[in-house]
T-cell receptor, first 114, second 109 residues
Framework: GAVVSQHPSWVICKSGTSVKIECRSLDFQATTMFWYRQFPKQSLMLMAT?????????EQGVEKDKFLINHASLTLSTLTVTSAHPEDSSFYICSARIGYNEQFFGPGTRLTVL | EDQVTQSPEALRLQEGESSSLNCSYT??????LFWYRQDPGKGPEFLFT?????EEKEKERLKATLTKKESFLHITAPKPEDSATYLCAVRRSNYQLIWGAGTKLIIKP
């Protein structure tokens, strides 16, 4: 149980384009979903917290107009990187949580912006 | 200031050589300490949650323990497949997580 999927697993795009990443909880309904980014050899950096049906809460320094988060249902959250640039290249990971219990992570999405 | 410090940054062991990873924390109102394993290019995999000092949990060759200031992840007779980065996180009274930088564990056959 507690499986979280992400799609796509990797994406390469041109600078200036937008990229959408999906995060799904497959066998449970997640009250809260989280989006992280991780640079090579570094730990997880929380970008935003998303609750179903409400606006996401962004961490300090994360541009909400650039990283659009939609949490349309208890099993789906999406992260859209708008007008992506090479510096947005990173490993993006989502996680989902039931109540205040442990978070379960997706497999991650490797974004490369050319 | 709330913080989580993991040590060592990296640890190389021979197969079968037992050791421990450390996670030291300072946090106001601990609401749980979590251990995760992360393989390269993958998302973290949940291992354990510990809530109170003295608590211990085991899974295969791993055992996690908790005191009021730190947690240890003991690995007994490790195998090469145990090689990964092990992440520790603590949850504050407002339910936010604070992550450590991780310990990269390498088990040589």
């Amino acid at each position: 149980g507690a499986v979280v999927s992400q799609h796509p697993s990797w994406v390469i795009c041109k600078s200036g384009t937008s990229v959408k990443i999906e995060c799904r909880s497959l066998d449970f309904q997640a009250t809260t979903m989280f989006w992280y980014r991780q640079f090579p050899k570094q730990s997880l950096m929380l970008m935003a917290t998303s609750n179903e049906g409400s606006k996401a809460t962004y961490e300090q320094g994360v541009e909400k107009d650039k990283f659009l988060i939609n949490h349309a249902s208890l099993t789906l959250s999406t992260l859209t990187v708008t007008s992506a640039h090479p510096e947005d290249s990173s490993f993006y990971i989502c996680s989902a949580r039931i109540g205040y219990n442990e978070q379960f992570f997706g497999p991650g999405t490797r974004l490369t912006v050319l | 200031e709330d913080q989580v410090t993991q040590s060592p940054e990296a640890l190389r062991l021979q197969e079968g050589e037992s050791s421990s990873l450390n996670c030291s924390y300072t946090v106001s109102g601990l609401r749980g300490l979590f251990w995760y394993r992360q393989d390269p290019g993958k998302g973290p995999e949940f291992l354990f949650t510990l809530y109170s000092a003295g608590e211990e949990k085991e899974k295969e060759r791993l055992k996690a323990t908790l005191t009021k200031k730190e947690s240890f992840l003991h690995i007994t007779a490790p195998k090469p497949e145990d090689s990964a980065t092990y992440l520790c996180a603590v949850r504050r009274s407002n339910y936010q997580l604070i992550w450590g930088a991780g310990t990269k564990l390498i088990i040589k056959p």
